[in-house]
């Protein structure tokens, strides 16, 4: 591979003669590790003419980087960077003078001491992964994926794969989101009720800019998604957590002000517990006599291999004051990043304008490759396959469990793909989590999921997507062992 002319320039202050500075800017480049072993440098007509030099100038530093054993030559094929070269394992920039800028005054916000949980890079070299919400390559259908994604390359759907949608999305998928999957969870909605989004951590993000502001109250669920916490830490409304019970958000516990509710009814976050119908009545009547919304988070009904998951709670909306969040993330794959939101057409449309003001649009491609997947049938039946897995993998965890004595604080009447545990008070979930790590055992601590000062350090979470069914005894009989030892 050639190294582009483009990449080559002088520095204005360079000192000695151009010859000097021409042999030290490549020398650069390949002690940075920005120029590869093998890789071609351009030819010294092409580079003379490019940095404004003579040719022999070029030439007479490429002669020494040669003698320097920086350079090969190939006969009359050109110069490249010698197998000898003192090329770094990785590329590191040169910096160039120091930072001086004041960050403090210069941000006007800050996002990077966010409270988020984190996994490790190289997760999928663990032998026991109890990771949540990452997609099983052995699960996907890599095949059919692939065979759509072509398809949307093709000639006909030119128009989506190179078109601007501006504010619009694909026809096809928000087509088959209202005809198939919305009436699935009991709701009905035409194309301008509906918004795609990137995820619905990006649909989330939406409503809460277009829902609140600092004189508005939320209500969260403690615990709840840290994402969503911390996302509304930074639009700096007023939020108010509430502590959840064996049926999710207790609607009684709602105070007055509220302006926003947000909750996960049919599969709790992180406890996965379902909200009874009862429940969720009484919920839209608090939302109606507090005049509030409420923005309902389905991020993984699809995953109900228990039994048929309860309608949504935006099937039993009779005002239009339920916002509903989907995701393909959970069902597909999260690199996805593929959601949608449903609420009435004055909602869709500000949302849409916002979207519109950020990102334009989630990528014409992705969304019609996603269609195609989903109403040729491929979506379908892989949700059949990963329910029969995730079913089996389910069994057999809650049976380790059962043996080596753990305690399980919620795991869900309908299915999903994690569990959710409470060790000893006395264990910090973080200090096990990280000495798991060294039995190549990943588990994801609880203390981000909760609110306030004095969060629970003693809950953790067990996903199962991701782990194959025979790691699952052993790995579980690592973490009783770690947590008697704690």
Not at 341 to 363: Q, T
């Amino acid at each position: 591979m050639g190294i582009s002319v483009d990449t080559f320039f002088l520095k204005s202050d360079g000192q000695g003669t151009l010859q000097a500075q021409i042999q030290q800017m490549i020398a650069e480049g390949i002690l940075s590790g920005r120029y590869h072993v093998g890789e071609k440098l351009p030819s010294s007509r092409k580079l003379a003419a490019h940095l404004r030099v003579s040719r022999i100038t070029v030439t007479l530093a490429y002669t020494e980087l040669l003698a320097n054993d920086y350079l090969t030559a190939k006969g009359r094929s050109g110069y490249y960077v010698s197998q000898n070269a003192p090329v770094p394992p990785k590329y590191t920039p040169v910096q160039r003078g120091e930072d001086s800028v004041d960050w403090s005054r210069a941000l006007a916000r800050e996002y990077a001491d966010s409270d988020l949980l984190s996994k490790p890079k190289d997760w999928r070299d663990y032998r026991y992964p109890f990771i949540y919400g990452q997609a099983d390559r052995k699960l996907f259908d890599h095949t059919n994926w692939r065979l759509c994604a072509v398809r949307a390359l093709g000639h006909k759907d030119f128009d989506s794969l190179t078109g601007d949608y501006q504010d619009l999305d694909d026809p096809l998928l928000v087509e088959f989101i209202a005809r198939h999957t919305l009436p699935r969870r009991g709701i009905a909605a035409r194309p301008e009720e509906i918004l795609i989004t990137l995820g619905a951590q990006n649909a989330l993000w939406l409503a809460s800019r277009i829902l609140l502001n600092k004189d508005r109250r939320a209500a969260i669920e403690d615990p709840c998604y840290y994402v969503l916490r911390e996302l509304l830490a930074r639009s700096e409304c007023q939020t108010t957590p509430l502590r959840v019970d064996r049926d999710g958000l207790p609607p009684e516990a709602i105070p007055a002000g509220t302006d926003v509710i947000f909750t996960t009814p049919s599969h709790q976050c992180p406890t996965t517990a379902t909200m009874p119908v009862d429940r969720r009545k009484a919920l839209l009547d608090k939302a109606r006599e507090l005049n509030a919304m409420i923005v309902e988070d389905d991020y993984e009904f699809e995953m109900a291999f228990l039994g048929a998951p309860s309608p949504a709670l935006k099937s039993l909306d009779q005002d239009g004051r339920v916002i509903y969040v989907g995701s393909f993330s959970k069902s597909l794959f999260p690199g996805l990043r593929l959601g949608y939101m449903v609420g009435s057409e004055r909602f869709i449309r500000e949302a849409r304008a916002l979207r519109s003001l950020v990102l334009r649009h989630p990528p014409g491609h992705i969304q019609r490759t996603a269609a195609y997947f989903l109403s040729l049938g491929h979506y379908d039946a892989q949700i059949r396959r990963m329910s029969k897995a995730l079913q089996q993998r389910r069994k057999t965890i809650e049976d380790a469990v059962a043996e080596y004595g753990l305690s399980v604080a919620g795991h869900g009447a309908f299915g999903g793909s994690s569990i959710w545990m409470k060790a000893p008070d006395h264990v910090d979930t973080q200090v096990l989590a990280r000495a798991l790590q060294k039995q190549s055992v990943h588990i994801e601590p609880g203390e981000s999921f909760f609110s306030g000062p004095d969060r629970p350090r003693n809950y953790f979470r067990l996903g199962y997507s991701s782990i194959s069914s025979e790691h699952i005894r052993p790995g579980i009989k690592l973490i009783a062992e770690a947590i008697g030892a704690s």
